[in-house]
């Protein structure tokens, strides 16, 4: 996974998560889909359990 991808994703997730923003509204600052915005808060979201499976050791999730 590049760099870039995952700077996108992190952006997507706070503007989302931290500033209440929209998926609309972050396409549009973007100058993206709703739908790509959908994918990379997904995909954030994904990494973000992955990195906490790993620190809390949690098999079960």
């Given at each position: 996974m590049s760099?870039?991808?995952l700077r996108t994703y992190r952006i997507a997730f706070e503007r989302n998560r931290?500033?209440?923003?929209?998926?609309?509204?972050?396409?549009l600052d973007l100058g993206v889909s709703s739908k790509t915005i959908d994918?990379?808060?997904t995909q954030a979201l994904k990494i973000l359990l992955r990195e906490?499976?790993?620190?809390?050791?949690?098999?079960?999730?």
């Open positions: 760099f870039v991808s931290f500033e209440n923003m929209t998926y609309a509204q972050i396409a994918y990379r808060i906490l499976k790993d620190v809390y050791n949690l098999s079960a999730l």
